[in-house]
């Protein structure tokens, strides 16, 4: 059982690089989430989609745009990466959103900009 | 803005003793908790969900809510090295952790 993918596990870009992080689940779950986590800070939360063809805003949206392609993937851009940007990113998906049964986390992509 | 908050350690109990960890949030509609394990250079994996008042146990773990004080709490019995981690609480209703407790159990 895959359940979340995430590519790629790391990733070091320059300031002012543009890249996309993707996410897949198999689980047929409706709502997908981007967190970033930074030492002392816990999971902070980017985007998440609720189901198919909606994307919304969550704690920490500035300098990253979202795309909901299909049921399966929810990928996350940086349009042009800043150091304040590194962090690992963890994308997760549940069967709804709001969930009485928690998420399933990915391996999480380390992102370093130098 | 609502918060969830947690003590960030670390945490340092003897193995088979029991250890506490807390967590407080601030919105009062909160109906759902989580709590969630993290080892080091790892995701987060689901260890326990509470929604009702009280407690509930899973083995070697125990989540207990008072919604009216606003905390939730995870004791874990006959602590074990391989409970050392970073124990995250979450809450459902806006998708918010708290930053985490380290807990580490020594031998």
Same mark, same amino acid.
């Given at each position: 059982n895959a359940g979340v993918t995430q590519t790629p596990k790391f990733q070091v870009l320059k300031t002012g690089q543009s890249m996309t992080l993707q996410c897949a689940q198999d @689980?047929?779950?409706?709502? @997908?989430?981007?967190? /970033?986590?930074?030492? %002392? @800070? %816990? #999971? /902070? #939360?980017?985007?998440?989609?609720?189901?198919? %063809? +909606? +994307?919304d805003k969550g704690e920490v949206p500035n300098g990253y745009n979202v795309s909901r392609l299909n049921k399966r993937e929810f990928s996350l851009r940086l349009e042009s990466a800043a150091p304040s940007q590194t962090s690992v990113y963890f994308c997760a998906s549940s069967l709804r959103t709001p969930t009485n049964y928690g998420y399933t986390f990915g391996s999480g992509t380390r992102l370093t900009v130098v | 803005q609502k918060e969830v908050e947690q003590n960030s350690g670390p945490l340092s109990v003897p193995e088979g003793a029991i250890a506490s960890l807390n967590c407080t949030y601030s919105d009062r509609g909160s109906q759902s908790f989580f709590w969630y394990r993290q080892y080091s250079g790892k995701s987060p994996e689901l260890i326990m969900f509470i929604y009702s008042n009280g407690d509930k146990e899973d083995g070697r773990f125990t989540a207990q809510l008072n919604k009216a004080s606003q905390y939730v709490s995870l004791l874990i019995r006959d602590s074990q090295p391989s409970d050392s981690a970073t124990y995250l609480c979450a809450v459902r209703s806006d998708m918010r952790f708290g930053a985490g407790t380290r807990l580490t159990v020594k031998p």
């Open positions: @689980m047929n779950h409706n709502s @997908m989430y981007w967190y /970033r986590q930074d030492p %002392g @800070m %816990g #999971l /902070r #939360l980017i985007y998440y989609s609720a189901s198919e %063809g +909606t +994307t | -």
